[in-house]
């Protein structure tokens, strides 16, 4: 049974205004572009105009964006919350994405994982646990959000992952994945080895087979 307030907001509404209510309630919290719903209600613009303010005003419809388009302008009902896949998640603010805020995330992460169970390593779950605790997030953070942050650590080769020791609790593990600090990167190796090869070796330029060279005296970089 329809309330009698919602029953109040349709009152006195036309064919057309119900049929694109009906088109933008099957949208769900995906909206739909008013393109797209110009073309299956077979409505002019300006007469579509007047029912998009029509519905708005009553509060049975809203507009919303995309952060994939941003000057484009979508319709859901007014009670819906836009899907991530519009919002973009907890990583954007008013579609833009938010810098600042993924940058303190990341060094609230790496402290915990350089501090914590003495570096040898922290497991996402106690990362969020403390995450929650510190209060460092405005908004609440799943399991897999947390991990993309970690795995953006990983892929700067600031963290590394390194396998539990099956102990369960205060980061024993359990078996599963844990997350350590990267190891440091030496600025130079100390090639000894060229005097076995050539005596010349390291003036020389070596092209290797992807097509990347490297020139005479430039130094090699490795990890310890």
């Known amino acids: 049974l329809i309330s009698e307030e919602r029953a109040s907001k349709f009152e006195g509404l ?76 907890p990583w954007y603010t008013e579609l833009e994405f938010d810098h600042e805020f993924i940058a303190e995330l990341r060094h609230f992460i790496l402290h915990c994982v350089k501090r914590l169970n003495g570096g040898k390593g922290v497991s996402l779950q106690t990362i969020m646990d403390k995450m929650k605790e510190a209060n460092v997030s405005k908004v609440n953070l799943s ?13 700067d080769y600031m963290v590394e992952t390194t396998a539990g020791s099956g102990g369960g609790g205060d980061d024993g593990g359990g078996g599963e994945e844990l997350y350590i600090a990267a190891r440091r990167v030496s600025s130079m190796c100390d090639f000894k080895w060229w005097d076995v090869l050539s005596d010349d070796f390291q ?19 490795h990890t310890a």
Do not use: C
Not at 54 to 61: G, V, Y
Not at 145 to 154: F, G, N, Y
Not at 203 to 221: N, S
């Open 143 to 155: 399991l897999e959000e947390i991990r993309q942050l970690v795995q953006t650590l990983v892929y």
């Open 203 to 221: 003036y020389r330029q070596v092209k290797f087979e992807d097509g990347v060279t490297l020139a005479a005296h430039e130094p090699h970089h």
């Open 14 to 89: 036309d064919t057309s205004a119900r049929l694109v209510y009906q088109i933008i309630e099957k949208s769900g919290n995906m909206g739909i572009w008013t393109k797209d719903i110009r073309t299956q209600s077979n409505i002019q613009q300006l007469a579509l105009n007047k029912i998009f303010k029509s519905l708005e005003s009553r509060r049975l419809i809203k507009p919303t964006k995309s952060v994939t388009a941003k000057a484009k302008k979508l319709y859901m009902l007014y009670d819906l919350q836009p899907a991530k896949e519009l919002t973009g998640g």
